[in-house]
């Protein structure tokens, strides 16, 4: 039935994250054994959550869970769904900054479930890790996965397109956002599982308007990013050129970054001191 939905791959990867969350047991060996016994309760369980799915509900949002790199984070529809493109921005960040010498101070704006420094955290736990969003919902949900996952985030609500949660004194060394940056003209190309749940705010500016997120984190750089700091930033593959002529006119380096399936997907900035 899934299959009127998704298409025969993605219905069965979704089945059997379903099954393996709801009855704890491998999905193929469940379909190999026919004696397998199901209780009332978790027959029961099993079919609301399936009823969920038959109504484009996202399986992550069904079983509370969505995994990010190698680990386990809480989500609900208060935060969007940790992506494999957002992953791979973590994966480069480690990589390139494993050179520096001191620990680091980091800031991760509009932070949602707190993937990205919660992974920051426990991959590099010397490293001083900071996040802030504007929904206390994300918030709260960024705290439980921070605490559950053993963690040290701080995390701090502000907007950041009228930032008030930071002093002149919070100075970092890198700041990284995924902020939002689908355009609204590009709704007719995302699936209902996403436009039906998933947090409008966390996704769409206006088409007229559509780097207003990166202009924001510009001016919040120039007062709280270390004149050695560094940027990331994931971007909508349609303003890598947009997003690169905001940001040289900051930075000596901005290096546009394509993702694993050949779309520009990052903005790495770097050499801030020269362009201050």
Request: charged content about 25%; some cysteine; glycine content about 4%.
């Amino acid at each position: 039935m899934l299959n009127t939905l998704y298409d025969d791959r993605e219905a069965e990867s979704i089945l059997r994250v379903l099954y393996e969350d709801t009855l704890d047991i491998d999905f193929y060996f469940l379909a190999s054994d026919p004696n397998y016994f199901m209780s009332d309760l978790l027959s029961e369980l099993l079919y609301q959550r399936f009823n969920r799915l038959m109504k484009n509900e996202p399986v992550q949002y069904v079983t509370g869970k969505s995994y990010f790199y190698g680990r386990a984070f809480f989500v609900d529809e208060s935060v969007l769904i940790p992506r494999n493109e957002t992953e791979e921005m973590v994966s480069k960040i480690l990589s390139i900054e494993i050179l520096s010498e001191q620990p680091l101070k980091i800031l991760d704006i509009g932070t949602g479930s707190g993937c990205i420094p919660v992974t920051l955290s426990l991959e590099r736990p010397n490293w001083q890790v900071s996040a802030c969003d504007i929904s206390r919902k994300a918030l709260d949900i960024a705290t439980r996965n921070s605490r559950d996952l053993s963690a040290k985030v701080t995390f701090l609500q502000d907007d950041i397109l009228n930032p008030r949660a930071f002093s002149p004194e919070n100075l970092f060394d890198v700041i990284i956002s995924n902020p939002p940056y689908v355009t609204e003209e590009e709704k007719v190309l995302i699936k209902h599982n996403v436009l039906d749940y998933e947090p409008a705010a966390a996704l769409f500016v206006p088409d007229d308007d559509p780097l207003k997120f990166y202009r924001a984190i510009g001016s919040f750089c120039k007062n709280h990013l270390k004149s050695s700091g560094r940027l990331y930033l994931e971007i909508n593959e349609r303003f890598g050129d947009g997003v690169a002529s905001l940001f040289s006119d900051m930075f000596e380096k901005v290096e546009i970054i394509s993702d694993l399936h050949n779309k520009q997907r990052f903005a790495f900035c770097s050499s801030y001191s020269l362009c201050r």
